[in-house]
């Protein structure tokens, strides 16, 4: 039942892609271990959103905004990002183990300590 809750929250929070940019980036959405494990959260904007040690393993985040998103040690294990914009998340200690972040924005993003043991990075980048 919580892991419906925090599906719901993350669902309700993509309504405010609608609202004023300079608004939205405002918001916090607090999705702290949540289990969201094979959710499909594609197109949400879930940037700031706090997703510290959320279950996200084999999630589909197409597109997904997760713009300065807190997802320090987060399970991302398996998760389809293709596409999904990452540019300023907290992805320390994080796990991406064969995670597909094919095409994926990650200028200033933090991944210090994550696992990135097979995970298909985006062109032009090396996990170091």
């Known amino acids: 039942m919580a892991s419906e809750d925090h599906l719901y929250t993350a669902r309700h929070f993509a309504t405010l892609r609608d609202m004023d940019s300079d608004l939205r980036a405002d918001r916090e959405t607090d999705l702290r271990k949540a289990d969201l494990?094979?959710?499909?959260?594609?197109?949400?904007?879930?940037?700031?959103?706090?997703?510290?040690?959320?279950?996200?393993?084999?999630a589909i985040l197409h597109r997904a905004i997760l713009v300065k998103a807190h997802l320090r040690s987060a399970n991302l294990?398996?998760?389809?990002?293709?596409?999904?914009?990452?540019?300023?998340?907290?992805?320390?200690d994080?796990?991406?183990?064969?995670?597909?972040?094919?095409?994926?924005?990650?200028?200033?993003?933090?991944?210090?300590?994550?696992?990135?043991?097979?995970?298909?990075?985006?062109?032009?980048?090396?996990?170091?």
């Open 37 to 58: 494990s094979n959710a499909d959260l594609s197109d949400l904007d879930l940037r700031h959103a706090n997703l510290y040690a959320a279950n996200l393993e084999g």
């Open 77 to 92: 294990n398996h998760a389809d990002l293709r596409g999904a914009d990452l540019r300023g998340a907290n992805l320390i």
């Open 94 to 128: 994080a796990s991406l183990q064969q995670a597909d972040l094919t095409d994926v924005r990650l200028e200033n993003a933090i991944l210090d300590g994550a696992n990135l043991t097979g995970t298909k990075m985006p062109q032009g980048s090396s996990p170091t």
